[in-house]
């Protein structure tokens, strides 16, 4: 009923800049959250930042001043601007969606997006 999707992954130099998007779809009435994880090489999925829909946002602090996280309420879009990039963000990017009500009433937990690969090497 509702699905995640998330582009915009890629090969950059560090120091470059990278801009993931997601959208979520479907019978969406409200999504509480939402915002991106990453995974790097051998490690626990981490949060890296979020926005809610009062505006609140929330950064991991190692990307805290380097990354954007703008979301579109009404079009239930998500974005992250990466700038300032270093090897140590390589990781797959992952979209979520947290607390989503459906048209029909239905809430849902978590959405997640499939993962979108962001590598930073020369």
């Known amino acids: 009923q509702v699905q995640v999707v998330e582009s915009g992954g890629g090969l950059v130099q560090p120091g470059g800049s990278l801009r993931l998007s997601c959208a979520a779809s479907?019978?969406?009435?409200?999504?509480?959250?939402m915002g991106w994880f990453r995974q790097l090489p051998g490690k626990q999925r981490e949060l890296v930042a979020r926005?809610?829909?009062?505006?609140?946002?929330f950064y991991e602090d190692s990307v805290r001043g380097r990354f954007t996280v703008s979301r579109d309420n009404a079009k239930h879009t998500v974005s992250l601007q990466m700038n300032s990039l270093k090897p140590e963000d390589t990781a797959v990017y992952y979209c979520?969606?947290?607390?989503?009500?459906?048209?029909?009433?239905?809430?849902?937990?978590?959405?997640w997006g499939q993962g979108t690969q962001v590598t930073v090497s020369s």
């Open positions: 979520n969606a947290n607390r989503v009500v459906t048209i029909s009433g239905d809430p849902l937990g978590n959405v």
């Open positions: 479907g019978s969406i009435t409200s999504i509480h959250s």
């Open positions: 926005q809610t829909t009062d505006g609140s946002a």
